[in-house]
């Protein structure tokens, strides 16, 4: 569930789908993140939050690599 990006919290579905059950690394981190913010509709003046989101998502589930 990712917070502070959306009106309420959004839960990153597709990327849950995609890497369930499987093992986790570098490249899975990183096509996760970008399904993650695949459905993003921003704002007017929020779409340069959506690579930081990306980011935040992908180095994270790398760290759990």
């Known amino acids: 569930v990712l917070s ?3 009106s309420i919290p959004w839960r990153a579905e597709a990327a849950e789908k995609l890497i369930l059950g499987k093992r986790l ?5 990183a096509k996760a ?3 993650a913010v695949e459905q ?3 704002l ?4 340069a ?5 990306y980011g935040v998502i992908e180095q994270s ?3 759990f690599a």
């Open 61 to 63: 589930l790398t760290s």
């Open 4 to 6: 502070g990006v959306a």
């Open 33 to 35: 993140a970008a399904a």
């Open 25 to 29: 690394d570098a490249a899975l981190a």
């Open 40 to 42: 993003a509709d921003p």
């Open 49 to 53: 939050k959506l690579p930081l989101v």
């Open 44 to 47: 007017e003046h929020n779409a």
